[in-house]
């Protein structure tokens, strides 16, 4: 197939940038995606007893509390750690503790 | 025009790629793939909380429970979507 359009580019300077656009929207998209699929699994598991004909308010308030939990422990760990990181730093030679 | 499909990728034979087509073609297959990772991961869960002892067949009770953990679990993974995304607004405001 003879391409004789440079849309695509012999040279990755010229990317569409339409398709750049789509690309980061999408990736942004999947990222929510995956965490919503991550922690409905993890929710679950957390607050579901026996599926039952409807989700009771018990559980749908588990599920939001679950949600903002995790995004909590999520920053948590992240701060933490770069406090830590300054003080003492984990990832370098020094992998003793 | 002729369609985008088979190896064209939306080229027509003209050369040029249109992005539309691809766009939307990309599009068609990120919706499939979250569809099975949906499928996947609600089976799993639904299989442990319905299965017990695995017999001979599904018995009735057993179709049930899974029909209903099914709901259940659209109803859940709804619910977190949309926490998550309140969420996510919540922290944006406040930047």
Known sequence: MDSSSSSSGAGLGTVDPQLQHFIEVETQKQRFQQLVHQMTELCWEKCMDKPGPKLDSRAEACFVNCVERFIDTSQFILNRLEQTQKSKPVFSESLSD | ?95
């Open chain 2, 1 to 95: 025009m002729e369609s985008g499909f088979g190896s064209d990728f939306g080229g027509s034979g003209s050369g040029k790629l249109d992005p539309g087509v691809i766009m939307e073609q990309v599009k068609v297959q990120i919706a499939v793939a979250n569809a099975q990772e949906l499928l996947q991961r609600m089976t799993d869960k639904c299989f442990r909380k319905c299965i017990g002892k695995p017999g001979g067949s599904l018995d009735n009770s057993e179709q049930k429970c899974i029909a209903m953990c099914m709901d259940r679990y659209m109803d859940a993974w709804n619910t977190v979507s949309r926490a998550y995304n309140s969420r996510l607004q919540r922290e944006r405001a406040n930047m």
